[in-house]
């Protein structure tokens, strides 16, 4: 069980670490889903959620996880070691491949793409790195929509 933003009934984020809604986050359009929910399916009118025709460019577009759900899904998919996960999700360090990948990027890119791989709050399935991300764990765009929730 987690929570999700949902905004004119579509889900735009997910949050699985099962922590209580507070009022703020109610008030915001936070709301309490089962396992399943993934973002962009459509809260139907009897709280059940259905996945809609499959548009993936739109479904990549508003598609985020919190760091802590993406790492958890990374090692959950075998991109990443969990005690890899776990430093990633504490903003502590990140797996050896993504930090080779951002190595690899020119000296002026390494310190902006670090802090985004680091120390964002919210990783974007559409987010500058994920291309190279497909590549450091050997995957490719259906592996990783997978990790958000999307599917074909």
């Known amino acids: 069980m987690g929570s999700a933003l949902i905004v004119d009934s579509v889900v735009l984020q997910l949050d699985l670490t099962?922590?209580?809604l507070t009022d703020a986050q109610k008030a915001a359009g936070w709301?309490?889903?089962?396992?399943?929910?993934?973002?962009g399916m459509i809260e139907?009118?009897?709280?059940?959620?259905v996945a809609p025709v499959p548009d993936l460019e739109a479904a990549r577009s508003i598609a985020s996880l919190?760091?802590?759900?993406f790492a958890s899904a990374a090692a959950k998919a075998g991109y990443v070691t969990w005690p890899e996960a776990a430093q990633?999700?504490?903003?502590?360090?990140l797996p050896a491949?993504?930090?080779?990948?951002?190595d690899a990027l020119p000296a002026e890119g390494q310190?902006?793409?670090?802090?985004?791989a680091l120390a964002r709050p919210e990783i974007r399935r559409n987010g500058d790195l994920m291309p190279a991300l497909a590549t450091a764990f050997a995957t490719n765009d259906a592996g990783l929509d997978a990790i958000f929730?999307?599917?074909a």
């Open 31 to 39: 709301k309490a889903v089962d396992d399943g929910v993934a973002p």
């Open 97 to 102: 491949q993504v930090q080779s990948i951002i």
């Open 44 to 49: 139907q009118g009897d709280g059940s959620f």
């Open 66 to 69: 919190s760091r802590y759900d």
């Open 111 to 116: 310190g902006p793409a670090m802090m985004d």
């Open 149 to 151: 929730g999307i599917t």
């Open 18 to 20: 099962g922590v209580a």
């Open 88 to 93: 990633w999700a504490a903003g502590n360090s």
